[in-house]
């Protein structure tokens, strides 16, 4: 049995996730893979590692994440997987693992060279199921991290934070980190400096997003307001998400990722 | 081990579903999740209750059904588990699993009011991952399903019946009950029906459907027609089928769930 | 336990596959069921045919594959079971299975007739979930494959050949086996084929694709070539593929399966 696998990728479900696993119950034949998504955008590094971000706690200590968000495969990222205080991360150096090392806390980390815990043809561009997948299975195994390569310094991992919202006399300045694919937008605006600036349930907020103002009211839940009325509320992440009720809010106000979004405070 | 889960929900492939399934192993590492299906329509309760109604049997007995297709979230609804005569089912009161229920037979309901069975924080917005996700968890691992809260009387549940077909000296009025990925229009009208009317493989029935008479061959299987051929037959549901050999018989006749449907009788 | 099922079927994600999945359990409750893929274009054999040809060796040894890809479904083809070398196949008589069982060689193959290991009741539209499924849950928990039918000559089989590329003096000429769902453009060109006329990394290539002549630069990997730049490599089935990097290779030239495609010999 061993540690659960837990994969996320930007290949959609088919036969590219197909092939990672069954790499995996050829080294583990009783892994326990879970898919945690693979519908990210496709090479949206950022949007994976929002996902990751936000998902990586519910998951049992030790499960090996298995991550493949890779634009850059068979070119000069490295391959690495990384230890962490309660859980282990295989997957490219692009930064798409950072956020969840960073905040749980590195303990090692290794680039995978040693080929001997790979396939023995590696293709070019599928590294996922020639060195990550391998990786991971080994590692479900109770693998110790170290025999997949040399260790290196996390200082020299490449870094990805997720943009800060930044508060002012008048304004919270935030952005979009996501949009799900029911179209809610989901902001970087936390509750708490929602609520430290004394918004309440039923207040309606000014909200300035991709340059259109707005004043939405701020809600308990999605079914607060009439079917296609515009709200906005603290959703699962624990963020400020902007959403239509039954509708697809990111169609109706064209917005995506990245977008500025700005909230105005009461005087 | 323990019972398997199966999961519905209408959240599509994807993150949500992921956080659900990591939820469910840090409580039972070892559990056995199955997708049931992700793909029901938005919030489309009825939809849900279809698939699930229709699907349940081929389940061993004692799986634990985890049901999340839930517009009400966060508000008035009940949180609930059913246990019936050989399976269980956890989601939200709105009759979602009420058919399964009412067929397998009722033996315990109870809300989901109990904390020790839920995520220490419970979101607004996403019971099916901070609720319903760890009761399935802990009834698959053999839990009582009254310690996860107070019985209540399946007389007070939501209730939700799928419309039947009546039967006339003319005709058989039912209606479209779902229709699937592939376009095929299932209906409300069952095998039985049809074969005490006298219908026979090879006749032409009189169907009316949203509004449009149509003379269809009822025949064995899709590749009885040609290609593009419209077709009726008795379907893997043992309902009415309308479709089309390698076609989309809905986006052909323009026809969605609730639509009428006529037959006429042979006189 | 017991053997690994992999199931590849062109149902999409949804309620066909989570009801075989169901069936599946009933019979062996602690199955190892991965999905290889289920995006296979509706009815298209050839392609579920060159799909699992690609992936089956990435799978343990002893592994069922359970194949649904059956426009003939309730018609005259045969349902069959085939033992090879080192696996299991099930599924319809129609080619889809063949490259498989023809590469790792054939032991026996059986009709499968013997109702003792279907549903109770067959339907006449998914012998995915009446007969397939429970012959490959059998075959998973160690049945003897000639329990399942009466055996039958691998030269009866109904034949699947992919299409070989042709060299002569002057060209390649291939076809577009596959289109993946990020439209990248698989020939049947191997690797070897390529190299074999001195083809190399950096080259530009002179290609014909469904009637346009393009040159295109050969590369190691997709991010070798800039943003919205038509490239073409070896792939991990290690064959020609032409792809346009973070872009749709096959709307960008209006290409699809069985579509020509010449290599010009540099003279």
Redesign the interface.
Same mark, same amino acid.
């Given at each position: 049995?061993g540690r659960?696998i837990?994969v #996320?990728t930007d =290949?959609?479900?088919?036969?590219?996730?197909?092939?990672m %696993?069954?790499?995996i119950?050829?080294i583990n034949?009783?892994a326990?893979?879970?898919?945690?998504?693979?519908?990210i955008g496709?090479?949206n590094v950022r949007e994976g590692a929002f996902?990751l971000y936000?998902?990586y706690k519910? =998951?049992?200590k030790e499960?090996v994440f298995l991550c493949v968000v890779d634009?850059?495969?068979?070119?000069h990222r490295r391959a690495i997987a990384i230890e962490t205080k309660n859980y282990f991360l295989v997957g490219p150096d692009n930064g798409l693992m950072y956020p969840v090392a960073e905040e749980d806390g590195f303990r090692r980390v290794v680039e995978l060279s040693n080929p001997r815990y790979m396939l023995p043809a590696v293709?070019?561009? =599928?590294h996922g199921?020639?060195i990550f997948a391998p990786a991971a299975a080994y590692l479900s195994l109770g693998l110790e991290i170290n025999e997949l390569g040399c260790e290196i310094d996390p200082k020299d991992l490449v870094r990805l934070k997720f943009p800060k919202p930044r508060s002012s006399d008048r304004y919270i300045d935030g952005e979009v980190l996501y949009v799900?694919? =029911?179209g809610n937008i989901i902001t970087n605006i936390p509750d708490k400096l929602l609520y430290g600036i004394g918004v309440k349930l039923g207040d309606i907020l000014s909200i300035e997003v991709a340059g259109r103002l707005l004043e939405i009211p701020f809600v %308990?839940?999605?079914?607060?307001v009439e079917e296609g009325v515009m709200l906005c509320? #603290?959703?699962?992440f624990?963020l400020l998400e902007i959403s239509v009720n039954?509708g697809n809010a990111s169609k109706t106000l064209n917005v995506k990722e990245g977008d500025s979004v700005r909230i105005f405070k009461n005087t």
């Open positions: 049995m659960v837990a #996320i =290949f959609g479900y088919g036969v590219y996730v197909g092939q %696993k069954g790499v119950l050829g034949p009783s326990i893979i879970i898919d945690l998504a693979h519908d496709r090479q996902v936000h998902s519910y =998951f049992p499960t634009p850059g495969v068979g070119g293709s070019r561009t =599928f199921r020639d799900d694919r =029911f %308990k839940n999605y079914s607060s509320l #603290i959703d699962s624990n039954r």
